[in-house]
Every structure is written in C-alpha cells, then in structure tokens.
C-alpha cells in the first residue's frame, strides 16, 4: 500500500492573509499549471492536520463530492476525551459546509467574497498536482490523480508537527499556522516541491516553515 505524505508550507508567524491576498495565492498556483481543477470552497471547524488522503472533510469531499451547501461532519476515532492524543495522531473532528466549486479560477474570487473569511476555518482545495508541469513532475516521480492540494485560511493558528509518524507517539516540534498550503502525495523527493514553494513565498513572503506528516 505504501506510505502516504502530507506536507505543509507556511510563513515563519502565523498570520491570516488579508482575503486578497488568499485569493491571489490560490489562483496563482491553479494559473501556474501546479494544480488541477475543480477547485472546492469548504467553510467551518477544520481541522489543519486532517490528513488529505481519506481522512477528514476535505478527503472524503475529493473522493466523493457533495452537492453545494451540503454540511459535513468528519469525526474518525469519537469525541476526544480529556486523555486523547491530539490530531494529527488522535481524532480530528470538523464540521464545514461545501459553499462552492467550480473548474474557472475566476470564480474563486467571488465565491471568497461570500466566504466569513477570519470568522471560520476556510479552505480551497484542488483536485489534484499537474503532472503536466516539469517541475510536479521531476519532484514527484509519477502521475498520480490522489495528489490533492488544500490552502488554509483559519479563524485562529493551529499547531501542526514539523515531522511526525501518524501512527507513532506523538510528540515534537510543532508549528502554528493560521494560512498554509498542504499537499498530500505518495512517491516523490520530499519534503516540499520547490515550486509550490515558490509561489508560497510570493504570498508569505520570503520566511517560510515547512514539515510532514506521514503515516
């Protein structure tokens, strides 16, 4: 089955970007042939260590998408308890709502301009990495459609490891992130693709954190 990555970028402090500038770092990566479209607009309680593969609202949203402004609720190991390990190691739960979806990049503009954007958690995800773009492709071996891509926007910072073994101890480092990009993939040469990377620092500027979860 093999062992699956998900990777983060972020600026070295959390901080929200303003809504234009979000916008911006989504269609740049979509306009630099990075991702593939249908793009998802999710709004909420999310989780930003909910893993991308199956796990969580935007996983399972991937794989099996719902009609817009359908609400849905990811809680993959019960209720945490006062004693549960955290996420990305114990239970994630999230409650969000698909609040839009489209294939032009132009529509993401308006569909976050009907977002609560800095009240809830926000996510844009995109189907999946563009195996047409040299540089997705040199970084990440093989074409592969399960590749999914998610931008955070989050109503307040979240923790996420730097290094982290899903189904280990939990444990070490961690670091806040309020707006990140997370990319989920299988084969490759980790940890971040420079590319992405760069059009992160176009946004986040030039300080950036990034880590890995795998498991």
Known sequence: MGIWVDT????????????????????????ERLVRTPWMLFTGSLCVNAGLGWGGVLGRARFEPP???????????????????????????????????????????????????????????FHSLDFTHPAILDHYWYEDERTMLACYALAAPQDRPLEADTGGRSGGPVHPVQTCIVNTWKHGDGPACPAITAVAARRFGPDLVTGETWG
Not at 13 to 30: H, K, M, Q, Y
Not at 67 to 77: K, M, P, S
Not at 94 to 100: D, G, I, Q, S
Not at 101 to 121: F, I, K, S, T
């Open 8 to 31: 983060f970028i972020a600026p070295q402090s959390p901080a929200l970007l303003s809504r234009e500038d979000f916008e911006r770092l989504v269609v740049d990566l979509g306009r």
């Open 67 to 125: 009609a817009i402004g359908t609400e849905l609720v990811f809680d993959d190991d019960g209720v945490p308890g006062p004693d549960s390990e955290p996420p990305p190691w114990g239970a994630s739960v999230e409650r969000a709502v698909l609040l839009a979806r489209g294939e032009r990049l132009e529509d993401v503009g308006p569909a976050l301009r009907n977002a609560p954007y800095g009240r809830q958690d926000i996510a844009i995800t």
